[in-house]
């Protein structure tokens, strides 16, 4: 069991506030849709959920199976996905997966050959990054999160960039491998990105 718990958080850039006393529990099993206007705060808080950004009041911890985990070991539990996210853009598609998986564990269903077959690129495995469409690129990144064997996983805009056909492999993608994990997915489109959720946050409700 993996929770995430958020007491009267609060974060601010020079003088403005983006959010606060946010308070909030969630653990596995829970897919929250993080909702907001544009440019109301979603993906700061998401940075804030990640331990990447550090609250300016208030606190969030992180547990795991009821021990308590430090800011700075967050990132070993999570994958993200985020249009603010680079690549590297001098791999190949092979290389890259590679790469990304000496860093975090496969999810055991999966192997190299397997995770590029799933992907539904298997045809431009050996083309760089760097030519690779928007959408082929959003694609992988999300390949790389989903498929990562972490308990939290982290969402931010996932259908940007995407067509149709790559939206209903997202959608059919997170489906297959959410079961226990704790998700948290940025967005307004309830019907293409948040179809999944089963508990909600919204940014506007901690604005003070």
Request: neutral net charge; charged residues 25%; aromatic residues 12%.
């Amino acid at each position: 069991m993996f929770t995430v718990n958020l007491t009267e958080a609060g974060k601010k850039f020079k003088q403005h506030w983006i959010f606060r006393k946010c308070s909030a529990s969630f653990s596995s099993g829970d897919v929250i849709g993080i909702t907001g206007k544009n440019g109301s705060g979603k993906s700061t808080l998401l940075q804030v959920i990640s331990g990447y950004v550090s609250p300016n009041e208030g606190k969030i911890e992180w547990n795991e199976h009821d021990k308590k985990i430090e800011a700075d070991s967050v990132y070993r539990y999570l994958s993200i996905a985020s249009p603010y996210l680079m690549l590297i853009e001098d791999f190949t598609l092979e290389e890259m997966i590679r790469y990304y998986f000496r860093f975090k564990n496969l999810k055991p269903s999966f192997n190299i050959s397997s995770i590029i077959n799933e992907s539904g690129l298997e045809t431009h495995r050996n083309k760089l990054l760097s030519e690779f469409s928007s959408g082929m690129k959003q694609r992988t990144k999300l390949l790389l999160a989903i498929a990562s064997d972490t308990p939290l996983l982290l969402l931010d805009e996932p259908c940007t960039n995407l067509d149709k056909q790559n939206i209903a492999w997202y959608q059919q993608f997170l489906k297959t491998h959410s079961e226990g994990r704790l998700i948290f997915i940025c967005s307004n489109h309830i019907d293409d990105e948040l179809f999944l959720c089963n508990k909600w946050l919204s940014v506007e409700d901690f604005k003070f």
